[in-house]
């Protein structure tokens, strides 16, 4: 009987698994950044002049997020 390496003979089943844990872990991270953002009280500086507002992109959620 011969003892396999753990990175040895990875199942499709296995890599579809991996991929849709690690897609799904990028999703509730970034739902959870960006909910924790928009919960914060308005900033004057990311409205438009109608009052609408405006989305930054998720890098600068993160950067936000880190302070």
């Keep these: 009987m011969r003892l396999q390496a753990s990175n040895e003979n ?6 579809a698994l991996g991929f849709t844990l690690a897609a799904f872990s990028m999703f509730v991270v970034g739902y959870t950044a960006t909910r924790a953002f928009l919960s914060q009280p308005q900033n004057p500086t990311v409205t ?15 950067s936000d997020f880190g302070n």
């Design 10 to 15: 990875l199942s499709s089943v296995d890599k």
């Design 48 to 62: 438009s002049d109608n009052g609408d507002m405006v989305i930054p992109h998720q890098a600068a959620l993160w």
